[in-house]
């Protein structure tokens, strides 16, 4: 007799139990197939990023692609007192570093401690260059020196030593470093300053026996006496007025701005 007929097999429930921790179990491997791809991707990156950064640091830092070349150094301002050469040689140690590199900050003390020098700049210029903007100290007075004069700036900084004053007023005082003699030299130099463009080149000298008694000569014989350093800005616009008024006079006593003399 023949075996009864096996009924057709039926796909598996979806909601059995078997299927269910199936389902899970693909689901959490593709999960950890993707948190594995996502750190070897994170990891290519940084190995990357690492690789990059050292090809850069290397090209800044070690490589010669940017590395000092003296001839690309500008130098500029360097006025009447400051030899140009002396600045190269000061740079010069620094060729073939790398601008990165390059300490500017050394490179300035150096530049800066060279005579004529006032103050100094110092600039990267990319690639392989500086730029190096100098501030001369440029002598405004001559103070009689032995045989010769001492050249002064502004600052009472002596610039230089000359034969002969070099188109500069000469200014009588002692150069010596004793208070009174420090404080003569002083208010005569403020009284420079505080001269007007068209009044300042008419000085032929300078007297200062003391910090309260600065007297200036001009080229047509006329004394100015000011006196101290004080209220410099109102006598030199006392001197100029006067100068208009009485152009006869040959003495301007501007000592009390409020009560000029002249004769």
């Not at 401690?113 to 500086?130: S, Y």
Request: aromatic content about 4%.
């Amino acid at each position: 007799m023949p075996a009864p007929a096996r009924p057709p097999a039926q796909d598996a429930d979806p909601d059995s139990p078997v299927s269910v921790v199936d389902r899970i179990a693909e689901r959490d491997a593709e999960r950890r197939a993707v948190v594995r791809t996502r750190r070897w991707r994170r990891a290519a990156w940084t190995a990357g990023g690492v690789a990059a950064g050292a090809a850069l640091g290397w090209l800044a830092f070690v490589s010669p692609v940017l590395a000092l070349d003296p001839a690309e150094v500008l130098i500029s301002g360097e006025g009447t007192t400051i030899d140009v050469g002396d600045v190269r040689d000061q740079i010069l140690p620094a060729g073939g570093v790398p601008l990165p590199r390059l300490d500017t900050v050394a490179l300035r003390e150096r530049v800066l401690e060279l005579n004529g020098v006032k103050d100094v700049r110092i600039m990267r210029d990319w690639p392989r260059g500086l730029t190096v903007e100098l501030t001369s100290r440029e002598p405004v007075v001559a103070v009689p020196d032995g045989g010769a004069y001492a050249l002064l700036d502004e600052d009472a900084v002596r610039v230089g030593t000359a034969g002969s004053a070099p188109g500069v007023p000469v200014v009588s005082v002692p150069l010596t470093d004793d208070a009174t003699s420090r404080a003569a030299l002083f208010a005569a130099l403020d009284v420079m300053a505080a001269l007007p463009p068209d009044l300042v080149g008419t000085v032929t000298s300078v007297t200062a026996g003391t910090q309260d008694d600065v007297r200036t000569r001009l080229e047509d014989g006329t004394t100015v006496v000011w006196g101290s350093g004080d209220r410099l800005e109102l006598k030199a616009r006392v001197v100029t007025t006067l100068r208009a008024a009485e152009p006869d006079a040959r003495i301007i006593d501007v000592s009390s701005p409020d009560l000029p003399v002249t004769r």
